[in-house]
């Protein structure tokens, strides 16, 4: 059984802040690792993706990756109000597994 | 039309009924996937589809079914519906199956 594990919060960070969002999962043989976000009442949408260990960054938005491990994070740089959301981590190995969600909320 | 449709985008249903969710995609993808997402559970995978013509089971298939006739339908059906279904339903397509997820609005679904 594919575990991934994310805390489900709400995590609450003042606007303009680094919100840090984590996320740990048990199958080693996962290769790929992806963050949605989901706004309520709203479809996921993805935000990022990465595959190789260390950083990568798009924007205000950085996944992190460490295999040995067995965990992924998401940074999100000079947090805004809009950013609050859900953010689900998924992995796929064969199929898709998502986490929980971590509810986010920026202040203003 | 214009990425992934669904329809309907809610249903009340009574328990027993026969019910079709209605799933379509314009971007000519191979895989397509159903999802449910109840309240401290999560997503979970229900069935998927890797190309037209083939479907597969997820990890909680009980009591729906799939087609894949053509490329871009993916009906999902719930022969007797049960209040344990009452849930948000989401239908999902990728180029394959271990590619990028795109996700489609989704379908309120309320069982009575």
């Known amino acids: 059984q594919k575990e991934v594990e994310q805390n489900s919060g709400p995590l609450s960070v003042p606007e303009g802040a680094i919100a840090s969002l984590n996320c740990t999962y048990s199958?080693?043989?996962?290769?790929?690792f992806f963050w949605y976000r989901q706004y309520s009442g709203k479809s996921p949408e993805l935000i990022m993706f990465?595959?190789?260990?260390g950083d990568k960054e798009d924007g205000r938005f950085t996944a992190q990756l460490n295999k040995a491990s067995q965990y992924v994070s998401l940074l999100i740089r000079d947090s805004q109000p809009s950013d609050s959301a859900t953010y689900l981590c998924?992995?796929?190995?064969?199929?898709?597994?998502f986490g929980k969600g971590t509810k986010l909320s920026v202040i203003p | 039309i214009a990425g992934i449709t669904q329809a309907p985008t809610s249903q009340i249903l009574a328990a027993g009924r026969r019910m079709t969710l209605r799933c379509t995609q314009d971007?000519?993808?191979?895989?397509m996937y159903w999802y449910r997402q109840d309240l401290g559970l999560g997503l979970r995978l229900i069935h998927y589809?890797?190309?037209?013509?083939?479907?597969g089971k997820g990890e909680v298939p009980d009591g729906y079914s799939v087609s894949r006739a053509n490329t871009d339908d993916f009906p999902l059906t719930l022969a007797s519906a049960v209040p344990s279904q009452t849930s948000v339903y989401f239908c999902?397509?990728?180029?394959?199956?271990?590619?990028?997820?795109?996700f489609g609005p989704g379908t309120r679904l309320t069982v009575l």
């Open positions: 999902a397509s990728s180029d394959s199956l271990g590619d990028t997820q795109y």
């Open positions: 199958d080693r043989g996962s290769q790929s």
């Open positions: 990465i595959y190789s260990n």
């Open positions: 998924a992995l796929l190995s064969y199929q898709l597994t």
């Open positions: 971007m000519r993808h191979n895989a």
């Open positions: 589809s890797n190309t037209a013509g083939t479907t």
